[in-house]
């Protein structure tokens, strides 16, 4: 059996951890099977329990750009363990990063570190309500904004725009101020600007959507939302977590050329290291404690061992020219000849791409939001996954996750995806 180690440790887990995993997309239970337990991690590879390598098409979820455990972020880390874990107290270090990313990002004047994008995002979303003095906040269907109870909501029944708790313990008195939209539906957006614009302190966005598959902004999308954010002086927040230094060193920001009132960060902004952060213009930053009224802590943010693995991140594609070119261009050869490849087994698909963001879905040919998405046929994409991880390519393990290419997958992992892929032939069964 190709997974004996993992099913083992699989079942222990499960004794002690709920549902065996501290995060529930690692449980398979999109895809079926046993969750593949990991031991090792470096450059394109990971190294599971049974010790059977895997070309890794998530990066931890998008952290991993520069590469697993990529020798320069592995020795500063090392580095700074040694002078200590963790202080309490601020550190040089901690400025160092957030000047680098205020530098170099547009449209920010400060940030503020957390220990997570759920946190990054929850706070963001506090202090647009301080700023602004209101408490509504619009979301789209399929967007993930972290587990924090506001954005636990689904679309209702009938007046569609009304939010319902997603989970339970999330309570309708939360539910009540998260109004739901579809994402590239401007029109619905207006209409629901029009009902309760004068009480919507913010709308939230992933500028790029990751958690529905990739889906891209249509059709002026972002720009309709910025005027009409200002229209309602309403904050318009690009959540970043996913699309942050990895579309371009600006993000969505800067990639889309539009401007968001605040923008949160996670994934790559910490190297592999749990780290969120949330950032905005100075005249809005200016209302956090401990400088204004609205409060927000936490006791290991800015972190530095955190720190230092995500300042060491940014600084090595900082200082490398080429490095978008060279991850979006793998990308792109991944897309067009998969694509290739699909359709020459005449099997109906669509790939969403922006720059190292991808999705494949099948049996549809245009996926623009969560009720395409959830049309797509999410039972081939089941097939595809476990085929190729028989085969030591690793793709996220759902068809409404995005791939994150990182910059160790070159040309030799690219072809051995290719040639597993031309082989795959889609039973149902
Ligand atoms: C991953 C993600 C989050 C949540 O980040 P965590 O670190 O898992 O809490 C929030 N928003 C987006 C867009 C994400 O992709």
Redesign the pocket.
């Known amino acids: 059996m190709l997974y004996q180690r993992s099913s083992a440790l699989f079942s222990e887990a499960q004794q002690y951890i709920p549902g065996g995993v501290n995060s529930p997309v690692r449980a398979f239970k999109s895809v079926g099977g046993v969750p593949l337990f990991m031991k090792e991690a470096k450059g394109a590879y990971l190294t599971d329990a049974d010790g059977r390598q895997y070309i890794d098409y998530i990066n931890s ?1 998008g952290p991993a750009i520069v590469g697993h455990t990529h020798p320069t972020v592995l020795e500063a880390v090392q580095k700074q363990a040694e002078k200590g874990f963790s202080f309490g107290t601020p550190t040089e270090l901690e400025t160092e990063i957030a000047k680098l990313i205020i530098e170099n990002v547009p449209n920010i004047d400060q940030i503020r570190m957390v220990s ?3 946190e990054a ?1 929850m706070s963001a979303v506090r202090l647009a309500r301080g700023f602004t003095g209101r408490d509504k906040i619009i979301k789209f269907e399929g967007c ?3 587990h924090s109870d506001a954005f636990l909501i689904k679309a209702g029944s009938g007046a569609a725009t009304f939010g319902n708790p997603n989970s339970p313990g999330v309570t309708q008195g939360t539910a009540k101020d998260t109004l739901l939209a579809r994402y590239n539906d401007i029109a619905q957006v207006k209409d629901i600007f029009s009902k309760f614009g004068a009480e919507i302190a913010a709308v939230i966005v ?1 500028p790029i959507a ?2 529905m598959g990739c889906v891209l902004p249509e059709n002026d999308f972002l720009k309709e939302l910025r005027k009409i954010c200002d229209e309602y002086s309403s904050l318009l927040i690009f ?1 970043e ?2 699309t942050g230094f990895r579309l371009s060193f600006g993000g969505a920001q800067e990639a889309l050329g539009i401007e968001a009132d605040l923008v949160t960060y ?2 790559v902004i910490g190297g592999g290291m749990p780290v ?1 952060a949330f950032a905005g213009r100075q005249e809005i930053m200016n209302c956090l404690a401990p400088k204004g009224a609205v409060y927000q802590a936490g006791t290991l943010s800015g972190n530095p061992l955190a720190m230092r693995a995500g300042l060491t991140t940014l600084q090595l594609i900082r200082g490398d020219d080429s490095f978008y070119n060279r991850i979006n261009q793998t990308t792109e050869t991944l897309d067009i000849e998969v694509s290739k490849l699909l359709a020459t087994k005449g099997i109906e698909h669509t790939i969403n791409r922006k720059g190292s963001m991808m999705s494949i879905f099948f049996g549809i040919n245009k996926v623009s939001n969560f009720d395409d998405a959830a049309r797509a046929d999410h039972t081939a994409f089941n097939h595809f996954f476990h085929y190729l991880l028989e085969r030591g390519i690793y793709l996220p393990p759902s068809g409404f996750e995005t791939w994150f290419i990182s910059d160790a997958v070159k040309g030799e992992e690219v072809s051995k995806t290719l040639e597993a892929i031309e082989k795959w032939e889609y039973k149902k069964d």
């Open positions: 979820w997570s994008g759920t995002c993930y904004h972290g992933e990751g958690n959540d977590v996913m996670g994934k969120g």
